[in-house]
C-alpha cells in the first residue's frame, strides 16, 4: 500500500465484504434464491471496488469482474464470490502489516511502518 488512502480503501472494502456476506449467506439458506437488481448492483460496487484494492495479485478470480445480471446469479453463487473475496482481501492485510515492540501491529506504507494500527495477520505467508 502507498498511502494511507489505499489503508482505508482496504478496511472500507473489509467491513463491506463482511457485512455483505453475512446478509446474503443468510438469505442463501433458502434455495436457488436469486438477489433483485437493487441488491445485485451493491455487491457489484463492493466487488468492483475490491477488484481495484487487491489488484492482480490478490484479486481471487482473474477472469471474474463483477456479475452478470441477465445470468441471475442465485444467493449461493454471491456466497461463494464474496467468500473468496474476504479471503483474499485478508491475505491483502495480512502481507501489509508489521509487529512493532512485539505488542502492536501497524499498516506497512509506502514500504515502512506506519502508524496506523491494525490487528494482527490471519494469514501467514506472503503471496507470491
Known sequence: METKEDV??????????????????????????????????????VIEMGN????????????????DADDAPTTSDITMVLAQYMEEAERFRSD??????????????NGGMSDIQSGPPTKIGKKR
Open 8 to 45: 482505508e480503501q482496504l478496511e472500507k472494502l473489509t467491513g463491506q465484504l463482511h457485512g455483505m456476506y453475512a446478509e446474503i449467506s443468510a438469505l442463501a439458506k433458502k434455495p436457488n434464491d436469486s438477489v433483485n437488481a437493487f441488491k445485485l448492483k451493491m455487491i457489484n460496487k
Open 52 to 67: 481495484a484494492v487487491l489488484g492482480d495479485k490478490y484479486k481471487p478470480f482473474d477472469d471474474f469482474e463483477s456479475f
Open 96 to 109: 501489509n502489516v508489521m509487529m512493532k515492540s512485539g505488542v502492536r501491529w501497524y499498516y506497512i506504507v
